[in-house]
């Protein structure tokens, strides 16, 4: 039996610009749950610095935005999906500036619009260098003024409760059947360290990425692949996990780990060089510095093993002083940190991992293979990045799957989703216990992202993929151990999504046997359209 407070009608798993936004899209009709890990929204979105891409100037186009997309995105993305969510872009916007969001405006009263590599024009909409700060605190505050939706923050998805899981539970049941459909969410309260089952017809995965998953990472602490870990583990197809996005230029300083540096700052005129002064990116593009991010990310790679050197350098001394304090306050300000001005002397920056292009497969509504199983924003697999992300897409992609998920949600309850809940079983800790000591574990989260930079980061080759894929199925095999004899806690639910999501992106590199976008591998470097310009899609038969 379940609590009343335990039975919703909708049920978030995440607390980013995409769920929020789902959230407030649905609140005025029905009853709405958010799990948040955390508090204070230390989400992916809260991180982003950049902006918010949509064609919003006068000397831009909806075809251009589509266009751009498309080349970054090395001829796997779905042109109608692009085109869908670029064309909704600037009803996006004015949604968040109606919510409370304040971005940046230009002298004429529109919004300052600024530029990335891939674009062909400028389209970023942005609140100076922390534009996913300030969507975050927007829209936070409007989900916690409102009365229909419950936050539960410090509440950890652990598991999806499908009627499959229930029937297997009683010895019948195929994941992810034909049949099979979502019934709620296992979630540990960590504060109670309790876990429970919240019902709820429809559950919406907005999980964000899987950063976590390498040791070099511009992704919070959160981002360990939950919603992809538990769609896959319930059944529903993923797509396309090769394609993981390094951001070419994050703050290289050991009291520093984890700091991006906008792409924006290339945007405005920054210059890439060596140490010794080199402009190198003219060697390997003809945007020079503001090429894709695969190709910027692949020639910083390229120059750092041909030298030897730890870094490379973010000139923006040429700029006006006070034009960059004003335009990358938050940059300026953890560079001055650490004595590092960028008004007078370059960043020394390195590639990081930074988003998933792939994710849980969902249709045009947003839906998963499972039903009543939806998935947005980087826990999905669209079809908009395809295989490279264009700069700033995702914050639109985010907002626009939103509102499609909302009106997909609310036909499904209309349709009789909402009808008598189906009972689903309390939590079972069988025979687990108190762990006795956390160096397994401890040591199993430093070998998986250890590994996963050495052999499956920016450049690959069957030898160090198999090599990969031999290590994580041992250390699967040992999480998966300890997560079943322990209670569980926050460290053996993310580190059991962890190596879950380690092995899809190992297992999909090996599967693509070409090189395309963000996936580059030394055995097939040419791109092969005539037999892989086609998604990667894998998908469990049986349940963990």
Known sequence: MHRPEDRFDVVIVGGGIAGFSLALDLAEQVRVCVLAKGADGDTNTRWAQGGIAAVLGDDDSFDAHVEDTLVAGA???????VRRIVEAGPAAIAELLARGVSLDKADDGG??????GGHSARRIAHAHDHTGLAIQDALGQRVREHGNIELREHHLAVDLITRAKVARGRGVGQPGGRDDRVLGVYALDVAAAEVHAIAAPVVVLATGGAGRCYLYTSNPG??????????????????????????????????????????ALRGEGGILRTADGDAFMARYHPLQDLAPRDIVARAIDRELKTRGDASVYLDM???????????FPTIHRACMEVEIDMRRQPIPVVP????????????????????GLLAIGEVSCSGLHGAN???SNSLLEA????????????????????????DVPSWDVGEASSPDERVLMNQAWDEIRRLMWNYVGIVRSNRRLIRAKR?????????????????????????RNLATVAQLIVDSALIRQESRGLHFSLDYPDTDDDNWRHDTVLRRPLSD
């Open 75 to 81: 001829g796997l993305c779905r042109e109608e999906e």
């Open 111 to 116: 919004l300052q619009l600024t530029r990335e």
């Open 352 to 371: 990081a991992a930074h988003y998933m292009c792939g994710g849980v497969q969902v249709d045009a509504d947003c839906r998963t293979t499972i039903s």
């Open 222 to 263: 959160g981002a360990t692949g939950d919603g992809v870990a538990m769609a896959y583990r319930a059944g529903a197809r993923v797509a396309n996990m090769e394609f993981f996005q390094f951001h070419p230029t994050a703050l290289y300083h050991p009291e520093r780990k984890n700091f991006l540096v906008s792409e």
């Open 317 to 327: 001394t040429h700029l006006p002083p006070d034009f960059l304090v004003e335009r």
């Open 399 to 422: 907002a626009v799957q939103a509102r499609r998920a909302a009106a997909t949600a609310t036909a499904l309850l209309e349709q009789g989703a909402r009808a008598p809940h189906l």
């Open 389 to 391: 992300r264009l700069a």
């Open 471 to 495: 290590r994580l199925e041992l250390i699967y095999g040992e999480v998966r151990e300890e997560y079943w004899r322990f209670f569980v806690s926050p460290e053996t639910v993310e580190l």
